[in-house]
T-cell receptor, first 115, second 116 residues
Framework: AQSVSQHNHHVILSEAASLELGCNYSYGGTVNLFWYVQYPGQHLQLLLKYFSGDPLVKGIKGFEAEFIKSKFSFNLRKPSVQWSDTAEYFCAVNGYGGATNKLIFGTGTLLAVQP | KAGVTQTPRYLIKTRGQQVTLSCSPISGHRSVSWYQQTPGQGLQFLFEYFSETQRNKGNFPGRFSGRQFSNSRSEMNVSTLELGDSALYLC???????????????FGPGTRLTVL
């Protein structure tokens, strides 16, 4: 069965610190990979996505992620976080087979950025 | 383009009742998926509808059902509500189709269901 692991459940950083959130998935086939963000009181928004091609993808608000196929990983990074990045971050995987859009989500990482 | 809309936004029911939640996808999107979000279980896939047909289902009891109409709007129904059904129910839509990029999903704000 497909699964997604996010290693950090809670992360506290000071503004300007660098961020890296881990995500590993288990699925043997071709995958689509996503990071979603949920700001307090708001709905899930797509940060970035990987379908194919360059394994280093850039998303909104200065976020990027690197797909490492050999490690089944898709870690999220940001060089310098801001207070406004305080939110919950979810990694998600869709095992692409053309037959479904089902997303498997990780448990989420709650990021608190201190001013 | 308008985003995914869900109604109602908040709902309070009592155990044993049933509830129907509605989702209107982004115009032109043909796939609608439903997810349940709880603090304990996180985000869990309920089911997906495409062209009025359910094409995938998660591990939820038969009390959870859904349907999709010809205009792609979708409803989900939960019968015989239990306390544990209290959750945020999210709807997501996508273009769907053969190309991978069509699988990008856009989420609505959710319906917060409280079961007393």
């Amino acid at each position: 069965a497909q699964s997604v692991s996010q290693h950090n459940h809670h992360v506290i950083l000071s503004e300007a610190a660098s961020l890296e959130l881990g995500c590993n998935y288990s699925y043997g086939g071709t995958v689509n990979l996503f990071w979603y963000v949920q700001y307090p009181g708001q709905h899930l928004q797509l940060l970035l996505k990987y379908f194919s091609g360059d394994p280093l993808v850039k998303g909104i608000k200065g976020f990027e992620a690197e797909f490492i196929k050999s490690k089944f990983s898709f870690n999220l990074r940001k060089p310098s976080v801001q207070w406004s990045d305080t939110a919950e971050y979810f990694c998600a995987v869709n095992g692409y087979g053309g037959a479904t859009n089902k997303l498997i989500f990780g448990t989420g990482t709650l990021l608190a950025v201190q001013p | 383009k308008a985003g995914v809309t869900q109604t109602p936004r908040y709902l309070i029911k009592t155990r044993g009742q049933q509830v129907t939640l509605s989702c209107s996808p982004i115009s032109g999107h043909r796939s609608v998926s439903w997810y349940q979000q709880t603090p304990g279980q996180g985000l869990q896939f309920l089911f997906e509808y495409f062209s009025e047909t359910q094409r995938n289902k998660g591990n939820f009891p038969g009390r959870f059902s859904g349907r999709q109409f010809s205009n792609s709007r979708s409803e989900m129904n939960v019968s015989t509500l239990e306390l544990g059904d209290s959750a945020l129910y999210l709807c997501a839509s996508s273009l769907a189709g053969g190309h991978r990029s069509y699988n990008e999903q856009f989420f609505g704000p959710g319906t917060r269901l409280t079961v007393l």
